[in-house]
């Protein structure tokens, strides 16, 4: 289980930047962040668009660069909760999962659209 980020910074243009306890510096644009929500609706769509690259996405699903990152909410020592420009709000991103998905490392699990 990862350590909680010694420092979180949001950018609501732009994305989250997270400095580790390790001195480990990531960060993620807030349409990967949109994408790669681990919402149970999120999950299911990088599975159905895995399986068929055709997938029609959701109305209203922002890909446009309009997109921006309302606000960021802490929950517990675990994760951090993150509300988007076009409602979406129910992705909770554990420390363990961000470090997953850093878009900077190499191999991270970021086998998303």
Same mark, same amino acid.
């Given at each position: 289980?990862?350590?909680?980020?010694?420092?979180?910074?949001?950018?609501?243009?732009?994305?989250?930047?997270?400095?580790?306890?390790?001195?480990?510096?990531?960060?993620?644009?807030?349409?990967?962040?949109?994408?790669?929500?681990?919402?149970?609706?999120?999950?299911?769509?990088?599975?159905?668009?895995?399986?068929?690259?055709?997938?029609?996405?959701?109305?209203?699903?922002?890909?446009? *660069?309009?997109?921006?990152a309302e606000?960021?909410?802490?929950?517990?020592?675990?994760?951090?909760?993150?509300?988007?420009?076009? *409602?979406?709000?129910? *992705?909770?991103?554990?420390?363990?999962?961000?470090?997953?998905?850093?878009?900077?490392?190499? *191999?991270?699990?970021?086998?998303?659209?």
């Amino acid at each position: 289980m990862s350590l909680p980020p010694r420092h979180l910074e949001l950018d609501r243009r732009r994305g989250l930047s997270v400095e580790w306890m390790d001195g480990h510096r990531s960060f993620y644009p807030v349409d990967f962040l949109r994408r790669m929500s681990p919402s149970a609706e999120m999950k299911q769509l990088r599975e159905e668009m895995q399986r068929n690259p055709l997938t029609v996405l959701p109305q209203g699903f922002a890909s446009s *660069g309009a997109l921006t990152a309302e606000k960021a909410e802490l929950v517990g020592n675990y994760a951090v909760r993150l509300t988007f420009s076009d *409602g979406h709000s129910t *992705g909770i991103y554990s420390w363990d999962y961000l470090r997953e998905i850093d878009p900077g490392e190499k *191999g991270s699990g970021t086998g998303a659209p």
